[in-house]
């Protein structure tokens, strides 16, 4: 196993369940972002190949979420990652990038938001206490989303 392989290897075998699932949104991006490139040099082979790794992932990340523990959390991301693998079978061979921009688009705000729940994140200082609200009562569940 070359140098390369064996960090990955170790970034897997060390990383936390959150780590785990922004290391899937990396490796998904990762996936989108070649198959965009493939679409626009019109390899459609390439396309096919870069686009069935993102489902994979996209799969992964979905049977890996525990709809009883995480609940509306939980059961909304199963529906968003549906969507988002119905958009990229949509878009295949279409020579657009339209669809694999979208989802990429999605993954970033998803990967963005999973990345705020690190507690290796420094959190901005608030000035002004919040009122409570849904979207302050769903992020706890959302570490819940995944657990098995």
């Known amino acids: 196993m070359g140098g390369y392989k064996a960090y990955q290897g170790n970034q897997v075998n060390t990383a936390s369940p959150l780590g785990l699932i922004i290391l899937s949104y990396d490796a998904l991006y990762k996936a989108l972002g070649r198959a965009q490139h493939a679409i626009e040099g019109g390899d459609l082979a390439a396309?096919?190949?870069?686009?069935?790794?993102?489902?994979?992932?996209?799969i992964e990340l979905s049977s890996s979420l525990?709809?009883?523990?995480?609940?509306?959390?939980?059961?909304?991301?199963?529906?968003?990652?549906a969507?988002?693998?119905?958009r990229l079978s949509e878009g295949m061979c279409s020579c657009s990038t339209d669809a694999v921009v979208e989802v990429m688009q999605l993954v970033l705000t998803l990967r963005e938001g999973w990345e705020g729940l690190s507690p290796d994140r420094q959190m901005p200082v608030q000035l002004h206490k919040p009122?409570?609200?849904?979207a302050a009562q769903v992020v706890p569940?959302?570490?819940?989303?995944y657990a098995r």
Do not use: F
């Open 141 to 145: 569940q959302m570490s819940m989303a």
């Open 131 to 134: 009122a409570a609200t849904k």
């Open 83 to 86: 969507y988002m693998m119905r």
């Open 66 to 81: 525990n709809i009883e523990l995480g609940g509306d959390v939980a059961y909304d991301l199963a529906s968003l990652y």
């Open 47 to 58: 396309e096919a190949d870069h686009t069935g790794r993102a489902v994979e992932a996209l």
